[in-house]
């Protein structure tokens, strides 16, 4: 809590990464995301969404 977004000149940790099973899971959290005020960004299938200390996660699908 209360940790400032990594800046760009620093080393640290900026994002993470989470694979849920299908598409469908993927659009779910991004909707949930939206509905919750986030920022998201959707680009090549993956979803990108940041929390309020600007850390990103970025969600894919499984390989099918």
């Known amino acids: 809590r209360g940790v400032g977004a990594v800046s760009d000149h620093v080393v640290g940790l900026g994002h993470w990464n989470a694979v849920l099973p299908t598409p469908e899971d993927v659009a779910q959290v991004a909707e949930r995301a939206r509905t919750a005020g986030a920022p998201v960004i959707e680009m090549d299938g993956a979803v990108t969404v940041a929390d ?9 699908a499984a390989p099918r």
């Open 52 to 60: 309020p200390w600007g850390m990103r996660l970025q969600l894919t």
